[in-house]
């Protein structure tokens, strides 16, 4: 067991144990429009005004994780006369634990408890594989408790949440998805640029009536990253070298080309296995030994075959080697030379 003071820079994550609970909960329009997108895992029905009708539930018809807005409530549902979205998404066995909460990762083997310590230390402190890392702010001198012999979660701890490793790694890639909704600013003389490059008709027009006020005042225009991937997605390759120098982005990456010979660029981030990616170029291409293999080439140059269903990717540079999972986004992976 380690414990780990450290404070983390995502704000999602979800309990291992979440369980259903029936409630019926006051809301608003504007409360219902925010909470929407979060309740993907369950059927909204009809909603109607909810000034006539301004109980929002989460079992309609007995249904679980039916959702819809009614009068009043007449079932055996725990009513809320104030609106509290944690509540209402717990109750619909949505988590809502963020990383900066205190929490627990539960580790079956020696990578994933290397990847959770590289992730929340920046550096892998251990020589054996502890069971359960615990993130705790209330940690005194160092921050770290080593507990080799019982590998347990000590009484204390216990009213915290255990997330297991796939658990953690999926919403750190939704986090990372999250993070990609951003808002980019561009100049009247680049929004020019892209109304030049597009295609006469629908799509020109359409970029001329969306930003003509800004234009006319020489004002910055704000672009959505969702409105950029609409553009990205209609436009062809000479469009696309235009939007990639206006926005300062690089092509997407086609993952299912790379194979073992491809040469690429990467990153560290948390899916790097290992102590040596001081002796990474990160401006230098590397090879693809293996990807997204079950089998790979650690850090100190031994070839493991994976015991677990886990994925991974090795790369080679100047004979040294990086193990990075393959399991989750390969964001690690910047830039193709050759597929």
């Known amino acids: 067991m380690i414990i780990i003071r450290k404070k983390t820079i995502f704000t999602l994550h979800k309990n291992k144990k979440m369980e259903f609970k029936p409630v019926a909960m006051k809301c608003t329009q504007e409360q219902f429009d925010a909470i929407k997108p979060k309740l993907s895992s369950c059927t909204i029905i009809q909603v109607t005004s909810f000034t006539n009708s301004p109980y929002l539930v989460n079992n309609y018809g007995g249904i679980v994780k039916n959702i819809t807005n009614i009068f009043c409530d007449n079932q055996d549902r725990t009513v809320y006369e104030t609106w509290n979205e944690k509540i209402f998404l717990e109750a619909c066995g949505i988590n809502t634990i963020s990383l900066n909460d205190e929490y627990i990762v539960e580790c079956n083997s020696f990578f994933e408890a290397n990847i959770v310590s590289q992730y929340l230390i920046g550096k892998n402190t251990f020589e054996f594989y502890p069971k359960y890392i615990i993130n705790h702010k209330d940690i005194l001198n160092s921050g770290f408790e080593f507990d080799i012999e019982s590998n347990v979660i000590p009484a204390k701890f216990k009213h915290l949440p255990v997330l297991s490793f796939f658990d953690w790694k999926e919403l750190i890639n939704q986090q990372k998805k999250e993070m990609k909704k951003i808002n980019y600013k561009i100049t009247c003389h680049q929004a020019l640029l892209l109304i030049e ?91 693809i030994i293996f990807y ?41 992976i910047t830039e193709v030379i050759s597929y």
Not at 315 to 322: I, M, R, S
Request: hydrophobic share 35%; charged share 25%.
């Open 197 to 287: 490059a597009a295609c006469k008709g629908n799509w020109k027009e359409k970029l001329i009536i969306k930003w003509f006020d800004q234009i006319i005042r020489k004002e910055e225009i704000e672009v959505s990253s969702e409105f950029l991937d609409e553009m990205l997605n209609a436009s062809n390759s000479d469009q696309k070298k235009v939007l990639y120098s206006v926005f300062n982005i690089k092509p997407n990456i086609d993952y299912t080309k790379l194979t073992t010979g491809s040469i690429v660029k990467i990153k560290k981030n948390s899916s790097f296995y290992g102590d040596n990616f001081d002796k990474l170029s990160i401006d230098t291409p590397v090879n």
């Open 292 to 332: 997204k293999t079950p089998h790979g080439i650690t850090w100190d140059n031994h070839f493991f075959k994976s015991i677990y269903q886990d994925s991974y990717s090795t790369f080679e540079q100047n004979g040294n080697f990086f193990l990075y999972s393959a399991d989750g986004e390969l964001d690690y």
